[in-house]
């Protein structure tokens, strides 16, 4: 039981990390602590007359809904990151050797839900520019491939407005399968979490591997954890203090700007669109890809 209340305090810490400020908890498992924290007190570890309320690392609601299951412990339990060496031959073969080295790494298995799939990058090997983003979300970990939800179809969108299709670029993600949050029994994971540091760091190998490989010219970080995961861990506060701006990622041009579901998010308006919008701009100048006047004007308020 210590072991479950210490994974499910760390869930909890890692959700507010992450901004949620409600979780819905049953009366079953309020009722569950209470008879915990009760027993506690009357084995004499902990002394009071009377029960003090619980004071949860977030608000909760409390919808008659089933005790959820704690996430799998695996992902808090992660041996040291994979030395990926990559055989010699043209990019095709070495990203296949990739893929085949991440789809058995045993890791990455059992982090995987099951009838679920390991992420890897989809696009172009030549692609003169790669987007990464954070993780893999429901939609992703069924199809297996990147930014196939509704971020995904606006990241497709935005693409297409610099003049490129999908094909032309490469995207990746820090992690290679979707970090695991309570579920109910008999039902799939609602919504997502960032990554744990130690996760991240866990499948960055892979992502360098991808950029070895594919070898473009600039690189788009799309939100906080792919900017920790490229810049480094705790070098910003927010993502407001490096967005716009070029750094440095092995010697290759590298943007960092808002994940697309930023703009998914109310309210949405051109304004947010905009601050994106230019970001990708200046992606577009520096890899020299045309510009119209139509697409430097693009969501400018009328």
Same mark, same amino acid.
């Given at each position: 039981?210590?072991?479950?209340?210490?994974?499910?305090?760390?869930?909890?810490?890692?959700?507010?990390?992450?901004?949620?400020?409600?979780?819905?908890?049953?009366?079953?498992?309020? !009722?569950?602590?209470?008879?915990?924290?009760?027993?506690?007190? *009357?084995?004499?570890?902990?002394?009071?007359?009377?029960?003090?309320?619980?004071k949860p690392a977030l608000m909760v609601s409390a919808p008659a809904v089933p005790l959820p299951h704690?996430?799998?412990?695996?992902?808090?339990?992660?041996?040291?990151?994979?030395?990926?060496?990559?055989?010699?031959?043209?990019? *095709?073969?070495?990203?296949?050797?990739?893929?085949?080295?991440?789809?058995?790494?045993?890791?990455?298995?059992?982090?995987?839900?099951?009838?679920?799939?390991?992420?890897?990058?989809?696009?172009?090997?030549?692609?003169?520019?790669?987007?990464?983003?954070? !993780?893999?979300?429901?939609?992703?970990?069924?199809?297996?491939?990147?930014?196939?939800?509704?971020?995904?179809?606006?990241?497709?969108?935005?693409?297409?407005?610099?003049?490129?299709?999908?094909?032309?670029?490469?995207?990746?993600?820090?992690?290679?399968?979707?970090?695991?949050?309570?579920?109910?029994?008999?039902?799939?994971?609602?919504?997502?979490?960032?990554?744990?540091?130690?996760?991240?760091?866990?499948?960055?190998? $892979?992502?360098?591997?991808?950029?070895?490989?594919?070898?473009?010219?600039?690189?788009?970080?799309?939100?906080?954890?792919? !900017?920790?995961?490229?810049?480094?861990?705790?070098?910003?506060?927010?993502?407001?203090?490096?967005?716009?701006?070029?750094?440095?990622?092995?010697?290759?041009?590298?943007?960092?700007? $808002?994940?697309?579901? $930023?703009?998914?998010?109310?309210?949405?308006?051109?304004?947010?669109?905009?601050?994106?919008?230019?970001?990708?701009?200046?992606?577009?100048?520096?890899?020299?890809?045309?510009?119209?006047?139509?697409?430097?004007?693009?969501?400018?308020?009328?």
């Amino acid at each position: 039981m210590r072991h479950a209340l210490n994974v499910l305090a760390d869930e909890l810490r890692r959700l507010k990390t992450a901004g949620v400020k409600h979780v819905a908890v049953s009366d079953e498992a309020i !009722a569950t602590l209470r008879r915990v924290i009760a027993g506690k007190k *009357a084995k004499g570890e902990e002394r009071c007359e009377k029960p003090e309320p619980l004071k949860p690392a977030l608000m909760v609601s409390a919808p008659a809904v089933p005790l959820p299951h704690l996430p799998s412990p695996i992902s808090h339990l992660l041996p040291t990151a994979p030395a990926v060496s990559l055989p010699p031959g043209d990019k *095709a073969t070495r990203w296949a050797a990739l893929l085949d080295l991440v789809t058995n790494d045993a890791t990455c298995r059992a982090n995987v839900r099951p009838g679920k799939k390991i992420v890897l990058g989809v696009g172009s090997v030549d692609a003169k520019i790669m987007f990464v983003g954070e !993780a893999p979300g429901a939609e992703e970990e069924i199809q297996g491939e990147p930014f196939v939800g509704p971020a995904g179809q606006l990241l497709t969108k935005m693409i297409q407005a610099m003049g490129l299709k999908r094909a032309d670029v490469y995207i990746g993600n820090i992690m290679n399968w979707r970090p695991h949050m309570p579920t109910v029994d008999g039902r799939e994971q609602a919504g997502n979490r960032p990554p744990t540091e130690a996760e991240m760091r866990y499948c960055l190998p $892979y992502l360098r591997a991808q950029i070895e490989v594919v070898n473009p010219d600039l690189l788009v970080a799309l939100g906080k954890t792919a !900017a920790e995961g490229l810049i480094g861990f705790r070098t910003f506060k927010s993502l407001g203090e490096i967005r716009g701006q070029w750094r440095d990622f092995g010697g290759k041009s590298l943007m960092v700007t $808002y994940h697309p579901s $930023y703009l998914l998010r109310p309210p949405v308006d051109n304004r947010k669109k905009r601050i994106v919008w230019e970001d990708l701009l200046k992606v577009m100048e520096r890899a020299a890809l045309p510009i119209s006047e139509k697409q430097r004007g693009f969501f400018l308020d009328k």
